[in-house]
């Protein structure tokens, strides 16, 4: 800190203070966030006794000034001198955490539990801890809230009476009668067991969570769930029963939708936290009850989850339990009035494939397929194609592609763009599994179809495409497929068609590259030059940029008789963006 | 998907409302029906009007247990009698109740809250469209309305029997069914939540032992409504019940409803969906300051805090609210507030967005509020000022320069000595302004030469120069601007129903009460 100490004249702390009270918020804004420059000039020592009595008294200001310096203070510690004087930022972070915006309260706590690492044992229970109290007993329920979030990083540190004391407190806020501080209290439960010593989960945790689990607010309860995952980490095996599944069997069943999706969500956490015994007996009829849940959104979270769940399960009667109780379910869900629900299950179901085996995909899995290939949603049979690589490795793609042809060409004319765009983003993996053959017989066509969609994203999608394909495919089929086809187009009527053309070559040339130097001299060069004539100014500017994409590749001679004439007549052409990027070119290709 | 339109083909992008257009599909939800075995055949019972009368009491416990029986309404074609039955026999309930003297004894309270909570008591359905738009999209109906609708209906007639006595009511309508009534307001039939306004003010009327605690959990209602989900349907109707609370409370003002005022009212001004509720929240703004005019400041600082920085919308709504403030203002009051108000006017006036500027220039239509000003001339004139000076030759709406032109004119008028200066001193000012930001860039200039030469520090500090998250959602709803200003203003006339006292005297509540009625 050295540095600041001779120029403490230079910056009158008034001056810097006048900057964090303009009158302009955006100005003021800009102080904020380079408070950090403010205190290195005043150097710590007044950083300490002048700028943060300021700010802890001056905290009245827009929410987004707020935030910043919350942001700010949480790494301040070098500029107040030090872990031995970093509990001078509490006040100011203190009166932070108990604003109503919950955007500037969180970033306050955060920097807290930041610095509070910073303490020495001494001081956090001398200067944090007390804090934590005020917070925890405030009238206005935001600063209890942000209590909540504190507990848990000092309590490891401190003494076994301030820790019963900090226990406490965590329990009146967990029956605090406001709901937002039941929240907050319930969302940090899991967190604050973890530090707790065994014991204290036993006798204390248990039964605040059973409190959270039954609470009258769903929003409260569906909370304690995510507790549940870490509260059972922690518990030995054989006292999961008696302490906690009571409460996740209640929450399976609850009567707010809300809740049993949060089942649904974490229901893999749910099933590694309370190990194999547990899950067959309990865990598989709750999933099943799930997944046959009155209400879509549950179904969709529990259908989200099967192929984890399954693959999750004890590998003794893995399969016997998947065959017979949740592939049933399954099946269902495949003609889910929801779509949702159905698009969830075709995310996953392919997963299945690989846990059941050959036998078991063929008979029972690959119908489930195929009707989904089949599904009027077309998620659902964009979610099956883009999961085709599981099937693949078990039972081969051939099975498959009599079904999967129709369903890819529909989706390719699919009247939403963004689905064929989805589509397209799958063709250069379709093409790896289906082979050059199958691809050039079927999809080909379609591949040159959607260089010429009335939707520029799906041309410029399309063109991406096959330099994807060429990389898989080689330059050799590039040449024989793909060229003539690309270079047809450069006569087209319709301008954004022989741009297209421009911007294939782009992509081509970029990846057969150098050996190919053949293939661009003879056949694209030429085209392209042609096309510098073009009466579209759009096209002859891409001209020029294609041809310092392309200079590279070309040997010096193409490049001083041929490139270098059209770019110098680009470069006085009357179209004042042709010439920009014609002059660009010849920079670049050192033309000049 | 067989139609597509012309401009679908040409861009991807078609409008929400075309979308909406392609699936004119009635939704209904409801998550009534749920898990219960399968509904029991109902028989009808005999007419009530018919029984002898000493066997119509436990006739009229029978009907009420039978409707607790519930039905699938997705299915429209199953139960069809039994629903029937229950319709009928729901229409005959409420005749009864709202007609017949002496039919609410007191074992009769248990059936009937019973009844009405098995069937209206349930967890709202997931939204069917999980980006629900209340100011574009249609709501989702309840489906089970039909009998819904009746049981509601009944519920109101119960309450408002001549009979019904709340000491003996008050065990089975306690907290929790009151919370459990609070919480239906989230539905999205408006039906449903214009029942429930009507209800709920009838119990705040008659219940004055719930009444802090109604006023509490709306306090929590709103308050996770503007810090947690941003999502409530019933906020309008609630804020609609307050407005007449307010209108009732004592003088002076508790600390409770001072603290309610600053910390829910102002901040539901940040609320994305402020226009679905602003004509409540500036009338309930409004009654306290009119109770309790030394709150003036406070509020309008508040307001100024949360102004909209970028949905013009909004703003032109806050613009609304300063003017009913100002309607009512105490000239002694607008002395405390003029400058940092008259500076965020001076804003909005230069505003490029028109309706912004002619909203805030309205404001020298209103004869109160030139009083005003033309008071305070020597304050207000210098703020405004630039502003006006600039836009009349810079803005791009000719309107708005005509109506700048107007306004510059009344403002010399008042002070012609003080204009002409402002007028000749115009040029040095914003020359001054310029010379300021220098010295700022030349000052942040050499501190940042100062924070390089301190490479720790740097280091040290390159979190701080993390993107900070953007805290603007709230104002960032800037979608059409095509508002009429005069619907922020149009206050519901039914809002107005005043309960009269606080909680201190009881007696005077069924004055005002029949305008707040469900239709």
């Known amino acids: 800190m050295a540095g600041a100490d001779g120029d403490d004249s230079l910056y009158p702390i008034a001056v810097l203070i006048d900057e964090l009270r303009n009158e302009d918020v955006q100005l003021r804004l800009n102080s904020i966030k380079k408070l950090s420059t403010i205190a290195l000039a005043l150097g710590v020592e007044r950083t300490r006794t002048e700028l943060l009595p300021f700010l802890t008294d001056t905290i009245y200001d827009e929410d987004e000034v707020l935030l910043a310096l919350a942001e700010q203070l949480g790494n301040f510690t070098m500029l107040v001198g030090g872990p031995e004087y970093v509990h001078c930022l509490l006040p100011p972070l203190e009166s932070l955490a108990t604003v109503e915006e919950t955007v500037v309260r969180d970033k306050a706590v955060e920097s807290l539990r930041k610095i509070s690492q910073e303490h020495s044992p001494v001081d956090l229970e001398v200067h944090f801890e007390p804090l934590v109290k005020r917070l925890a007993s405030g009238d206005w329920f935001t600063s209890r809230t942000s209590a909540c979030g504190l507990f848990s990083v000092c309590y490891p540190r401190v003494s076994s009476t301030v820790k019963a004391e900090i226990r406490q407190h965590f329990r009146t806020l967990c029956s605090d009668d406001t709901p937002m501080v039941r929240r907050a209290a319930a969302s940090k439960l899991g967190e604050f067991a973890k530090v707790l010593e065994l014991d204290y989960v036993k006798s204390d945790i248990i039964s605040l969570f059973t409190a959270l689990a039954s609470d009258e607010q769903d929003s409260v309860r569906l909370l304690a769930v995510e507790a549940c995952v870490s509260i059972a980490t922690l518990l030995p095996q054989e006292d999961l029963e008696t302490l906690v599944m009571p409460t996740l069997r209640q929450a399976a069943e609850d009567k707010s939708w809300r809740v049993r999706y949060m089942v649904a969500d974490k229901f893999s956490e749910l099933q590694k936290a309370v190990g194999p015994e547990i899950t067959k007996n309990d865990l598989v009829p709750a999933f099943q009850n799930l997944l046959k849940d009155c209400e879509a959104e549950v179904r969709a979270a529990a259908a989200n989850k099967v192929k984890e769940f399954c693959e999750n399960l004890p590998e003794d009667n893995r399969e016997q339990i998947i065959m017979t109780h949740i592939l049933p379910c399954v099946k269902e869900l495949v003609s889910d009035t929801n779509q949702h629900v159905k698009s969830a299950l075709a995310s996953v179901i392919m997963g299945l494939s690989t846990i059941l085996g050959k036998d078991n995909t063929i008979e029972h899995l690959l119908p489930l397929f195929l009707a989904q290939l089949k599904d009027e949603c077309p998620e659902v049979r964009l979610n099956i194609i883009s999961n085709l690589d599981c099937v693949n490795e078990v039972i081969g793609i051939r099975q498959l592609s009599q079904s999967l042809l129709p369903a890819i060409v529909e989706l390719a004319e699919d009247a939403k763009w963004r689905v064929r765009l989805a589509i397209i983003e799958y063709m250069p993996l379709l093409a790896g599994q289906l082979g050059v053959e199958f691809f050039d017989e079927k999809l080909n066509t379609l591949c040159m179809a959607w260089l010429i969609d009335h939707v520029y994203a799906i041309r410029e999608a399309a063109t991406c495409n096959l330099m994807k394909l060429v990389e898989k495919f080689g330059a050799e089929w590039a040449q024989n497929t793909i060229v003539p086809k690309v270079l047809g187009m450069a006569n087209d009527p319709n301008y954004l068609h022989r741009m297209t053309t421009l911007f294939c070559i782009n992509v081509i040339v970029h990846c057969c590259g150098y050996p190919y130097r053949e293939i661009t001299t003879k056949q694209m060069l030429p085209v392209v030059l042609k096309m510098s004539n073009d009466q579209v100014a759009n096209v002859r500017f891409n001209v020029a940029k294609s041809l310092q994409k392309i200079g590279p590749v070309l040997d010096s001679n193409a490049l001083q008789t041929e490139v270098k004439p059209v770019l110098e007549k680009l470069a006085s052409d009357t179209d004042m963006d042709v010439k920009y990027f014609a002059q660009e070119a010849i920079s670049v290709l050192a033309l000049a | ?519």
């Open chain 2, 1 to 519: 998907m067989s139609a597509i339109s012309a401009s679908e083909k040409v861009d991807g992008f078609t409008r929400k409302s075309m979308r909406k257009a392609q699936k004119q599909r009635k939704s209904q939800g409801s998550s009534q029906y749920r898990t219960h075995s399968t509904p029991v055949e109902l028989s009808p019972l005999p007419q009530l009007k018919d029984a002898p009368s000493t066997e119509q009491q436990e006739l009229f416990t029978q009907k009420l247990q039978q409707c607790c029986m519930l039905f699938d309404f997705f299915d429209s074609v199953t139960d069809l009698k039994s629903k029937e039955i229950k319709r009928a026999t729901l229409n005959e309930l409420v005749d009864y109740v709202s007609t017949n003297r002496g039919v609410l004894v007191e074992s009769a309270y248990p059936e009937i809250t019973n009844m009405i909570t098995t069937n209206i008591f349930r967890t709202l359905p997931p939204s069917e469209n999980p980006d629900f738009d209340p100011e574009e999209d249609e709501p989702t109906l309840e489906a089970s309305w039909p009998h819904m609708q009746l049981v509601y209906e009944f519920l109101l007639r119960f309450l408002e029997n001549p009979d019904f006595q709340p000491s003996i009511a008050k065990r089975y309508i306690d907290q929790k069914f009151v919370q459990q009534l609070l919480e239906l307001f989230d539905s999205e039939d408006p039906r449903e939540r214009d029942f429930l306004k009507t209800i709920l003010h009838r119990i705040y009327g008659k219940f004055l032992g719930l009444r802090a605690f109604i006023r509490k959990q709306i306090n929590n209602i709103f308050l996770r409504f503007i810090y947690e989900t941003e999502h409530f349907n019933g906020v309008a109707e609630l804020l609609e019940i307050l407005g007449s609370i307010i209108n009732g409370f004592a003088l002076p003002l508790k600390a409770e409803h001072k603290q309610f005022l600053m910390k829910v009212l102002i901040p539901l001004h940040t609320a994305k969906g402020l226009a679905l509720f602003h004509a409540q929240l500036a009338y309930c703004v409004v009654q306290f300051l009119e109770k309790d005019p030394t709150l003036t400041e406070p509020v309008i600082r508040g307001l100024l805090k949360f102004w909209p920085k970028t949905c013009s919308q909004k703003e032109v709504m806050f613009l609304g609210e300063i003017e009913e403030i100002l309607d009512v203002i105490e000239p002694t009051q607008f002395k405390k507030i003029q400058e940092p108000l008259f500076k965020q006017i001076s804003k909005c006036v230069a505003n490029p967005h028109f309706q912004v500027a002619e909203r805030a220039l309205y404001f020298w239509n209103n004869e109160y509020i030139l009083s005003l000003i033309e008071e305070n001339i020597d304050k207000i004139l210098p703020i405004m000022f630039c502003s006006l000076y600039r836009i009349s030759k810079e803005h791009w709406n000719p309107t708005i320069v005509a109506l700048v032109y107007n306004v510059l004119k009344t403002l010399m008028e008042m002070n012609c000595t003080l204009f002409d200066e402002l007028t000749s001193s115009y040029k040095a000012d914003r020359q001054r302004e310029k010379k300021k930001e220098q010295e700022r860039d030349e000052l942040w200039k050499k501190l940042d030469e100062l924070r390089l030469s301190n490479p720790a520090l740097v280091q040290n500090n390159s979190h701080g120069l993390l993107r900070v998250q953007n805290n603007n959602n709230n104002n960032n709803n800037n979608s059409s601007n095509n508002i009429n200003n005069s619907d922020t203003q149009d206050r519901d006339v039914d809002s107005a129903v005043a309960i009269t006292t606080d909680e201190k005297e009881p007696d005077s509540m069924a004055a005002g009460e029949s305008t707040l009625s469900a239709k």
